[in-house]
């Protein structure tokens, strides 16, 4: 599940033909598509087997109450933070897509912009700006001399900096289906004499479902796979709970055990994502090209919308930027040396420029055998690429730990083996993007390049792959953006002193030393925002 992968069925409802389904897929493309799926379930597959093989005394230990606490807890805080992202992104989307807000361009990009940010520097700059001792109480202190604000630790700290970090999720998926849906059928409604938001609660938030429930769906398995935030807020969740198992115990069946209970709860969250889709169909009702959206007139609330969205960005964008820049201020005064800093930079971007490529590339045969050659083997294959994304970090990580230590020891504790990791864990980003651009490129071209005799891979490397760059581009920059965030697949995998700029963060802001933080905080923040350039190449477009 990826954000580009929201736009398929937008495609698929336009009238864009595929291949026969009398077409045979070329064997090269079977066998490097069997490959990926393979690779997708290594880790959730070694660890079933060690399961089984585990002693009986294993499951008393995980259905002890403590741990069916943490579960609760955990779930608990999964349903607060998708609600809250629902609640918060829909409107934003709404008023920055389809109303007459003014700056709505701008609003369109600037709250996107907090998915750069990873939750592990949300929670970083909330204890450093909210916190005890942080800068609003020391504010406070001098103003008005209040010595205490409420505690963020614990659930209510966990759940401000997942729901303002993790939000454009929902955000960017109810833009893409805002974009998509027919205009025709919210005129058809202002005619009857429905008003904006009439419209909005009648016509246009039912056909919206898909794209809200998609982008909860990523907001849910980000929230149960967090590990940085819910760390350093001090919130005991599975994926925590996990970690400290692991680390902690000499005996580490138990923390494989504790991971596949998070991924019985990742299955569930799954399920009821399948589940609320029903059987409806959202289609258009018109193929072909769709006149410009009207712009819904907000009358008065066109001034508090701008307060919403400005307050928002401020909170989520400026606040973080603002509180990481501050610290970095103060340990260039104190003349800290930066040199660590450009090779954990270094370190970060090479492995994630890797990571990223090997991904796109690990996609492109699952999408061709999807879109070109549709049959229900190729439905599976491509069901099963996905697996990788509803696997929280840490759990890929233990079950790639567990494997190389017992059978590939040579490969334990090496950069190959942490970008294989990234691969497992964001390869479907890349699918969603690259099998959009497919769906957009007539297989008309494909098969007039075939009937002049060129080979399959032929075709595939001089006509296909021009043809559907840009959706290679975004997909490899979404897994750049988010490899280089992810903490606990590189905190577990990396090497022996092989320092990224998430982990650098991480160790700097557990020990509380905020200013040594900042310099890999910040630039994990600007390096991330050039390849959301990628990713919101068209949210300037105002064509509809």
């Known amino acids: 599940m990826s954000l580009g992968q929201s736009t398929t069925v937008q495609h698929e409802s336009e009238g864009v033909r595929v291949a026969p389904h009398s077409l045979r897929p070329p064997m090269f493309l079977l066998l490097l598509a069997a490959v990926v799926v393979v690779g997708m379930l290594l880790p959730i597959a070694y660890l079933l087997l060690r399961a089984v093989a585990a002693d009986a005394g294993i499951v008393q230990q995980v259905l002890r109450p403590r741990t069916l606490i943490v579960l609760g807890s955990t779930a608990g805080l999964a349903l607060s933070v998708t609600t809250t992202c629902v609640l918060l992104g829909v409107p934003l989307a709404w008023i920055t897509i389809a109303s007459d807000m003014p700056g709505r361009r701008v609003f369109r990009v600037l709250t996107a912009l907090p998915l750069v940010i990873p939750t592990y520097i949300g929670g970083y700059a909330i204890v450093s700006a909210f916190g005890p001792r942080g800068a609003l109480q020391v504010v406070l202190g001098r103003l008005f001399g209040i010595e205490h604000l409420p505690e963020l630790y614990g659930f209510w700290g966990a759940w401000l900096a997942l729901t303002l970090f993790s939000y454009p999720y929902v955000l960017l998926s109810v833009q893409t289906g805002l974009r998509g849906l027919d205009p025709a059928l919210e005129e058809a409604a202002r005619s009857l004499g429905f008003g904006p938001w009439r419209t909005f609660w009648r016509v246009t938030l039912p056909q919206l479902r898909p794209s809200i429930a998609a982008g909860g769906l990523l907001v849910a398995l980000y929230t149960l796979s967090d590990f940085g935030a819910v760390s350093l807020l001090q919130f005991n969740s599975f994926s925590r709970a996990i970690y400290i198992q692991y680390r902690g115990a000499f005996d580490r069946d138990y923390a494989a055990a504790l991971a596949l209970v998070l991924v019985f709860l990742t299955g569930l969250v799954l399920g009821a994502e399948i589940w609320s889709r029903g059987r409806a169909r959202y289609h258009r009702s018109t193929v072909g090209v769709v006149k410009p959206r009207r712009r819904a007139s907000l009358g008065f609330w066109r001034w508090p919308a701008v307060v919403l969205c400005s307050s928002v960005v401020l909170i989520a964008l400026v606040m973080p930027v603002g509180v990481v820049s501050f610290w970095l201020a103060r340990e260039l005064q104190a003349g800290e040396p930066q040199r660590l800093v450009w090779s954990a930079a270094w370190n970060s971007m090479y492995s ?57 020891p040579w490969l334990y504790q090496t950069l190959g083996l942490m970008v294989f990791a990234y691969v497992v864990r964001f390869m479907p980003q890349a699918l969603g993007t690259v099998r959009s651009a497919l769906l957009s490129v007539s297989p008309n071209v494909e098969e007039a390049a075939r009937s002049l005799g060129h080979s399959p891979l032929h075709v ?11 959706g290679l581009l975004s997909g490899a920059a979404l897994v750049f953006l988010t490899a280089m965030k992810e903490l606990p697949t590189t905190l577990l995998l990396g090497p022996i002193g092989f320092r990224t700029l998430a982990t650098t963060t991480w160790t700097a802001t557990a020990e509380g030393f905020f200013a040594r933080a900042a310099g890999p905080a910040l630039l994990i923040i600007i390096v991330s925002a050039f390849s959301m350039v990628f990713v919101l190449r068209d949210a300037w477009s105002d064509s509809r």
Do not use: K, N
């Open 352 to 408: 994630s420029a890797i990571a990223a490529g090997l991904a796109v590339a690990a996609a492109l045969p699952v999408a061709i055998l999807g879109v070109r050659f549709r049959s229900r083997w190729t439905a599976m294959f491509e069901g099963l690429a996905y697996a990788g994304y509803a696997l929280p970090g840490i759990v890929i990580a233990l079950a790639l730990v567990r494997f190389a230590s017992h059978y590939v």
């Open 460 to 470: 595939t490397l001089r006509v296909t792959l021009p043809l559907i760059r840009s």
